[in-house]
């Protein structure tokens, strides 16, 4: 049983405007997360994270919304940018430390 | 670059044989994890290390081990090997028990034949 579900494999978007990935979990104990970008033969490199006594963090470009009651995150890249398309990894964990639950990613595409 | 090293970055074996990937962690990184990939999947967590102690495990098959050294070091450990095992097999490091965030090193490529 999945965890933490990234419901679009895919994701097109014009450079320019604004990229939206979600994530979903469903596990009450996650109280921090994250998400990694992976570019092809990389590693995934940490992007940026949000505690769950936050709902928002931002970081430049990037900004993650955390939606405790629906148990639902997401991230806003603006304005998103042809170096922006990679595979984007939403993960959660339950204490500092340990082991991070990932989703199975989205791929985002930015088309100039 | 995340400091995390990995290697071979790609190894081709054949089935029924064993076969060990490395990782140096960042420097002064007390955790490791091993994670893999495999095709259509997210990171599946296998096994962590902390400052040379098993500390957890996740979905690691028997056939599978892995240890750190002194030095920080880690080696996993591929045995009895099957085509399912063909995946990308990713090192993670971070610094202490207290730290939710993970640097990960650029992946071992396997395919079994």
């Known amino acids: 049983d999945q965890q933490v579900k990234q419901n679009s494999p895919s994701l097109s978007v014009q450079e320019g405007r604004i990229s939206i990935l979600n994530c979903d979990y469903t596990?009450?104990?996650?109280?921090?997360f994250l998400w990694y970008k992976k570019y092809p033969a990389e590693g995934p490199t940490f992007l940026i994270s949000?505690?769950?006594?936050?709902d928002k963090n931002e970081d430049g470009r990037f900004t993650v919304f955390l939606n405790k009651s629906a148990k639902h995150l997401s991230l806003h890249i603006v304005p998103s940018q042809p170096g922006d398309s990679a595979v984007y990894f939403c993960?959660?964990?339950?204490?500092?430390?340990?082991?991070?639950?990932f989703g199975k990613g989205t791929t985002l595409s930015v088309s100039s | 670059d995340s400091g995390v090293t990995q290697t071979p970055k790609h190894l081709i074996t054949a089935t029924g044989q064993r076969v060990t990937l490395r990782c140096s962690p960042r420097?002064?990184?007390?955790?490791v994890y091993w994670y893999q990939q495999s095709l259509d999947q997210g990171l599946q967590f296998l096994i962590q290390?902390?400052?040379?102690?098993?500390?957890a495990k996740g979905n690691i098959l028997e056939r599978f081990s892995a240890q750190q050294f002194p030095d920080l070091h880690s080696e996993l450990n591929l045995s009895s090997l099957e085509l399912g095992d063909s995946a990308l097999y990713f090192c993670?490091?971070?610094?202490?028990?207290?730290?939710?965030?993970?640097?990960f090193g650029p992946g071992t490529r396997l395919t079994v034949t």
């Open positions: 993670a490091s971070s610094v202490s028990g207290t730290a939710y965030e993970q640097y």
């Open positions: 596990n009450s104990m996650f109280d921090y």
């Open positions: 949000i505690s769950s006594i936050k």
């Open positions: 993960a959660a964990s339950g204490q500092a430390g340990t082991a991070l639950i």
């Open positions: 420097s002064g990184d007390l955790s």
């Open positions: 290390y902390y400052n040379g102690e098993e500390r």
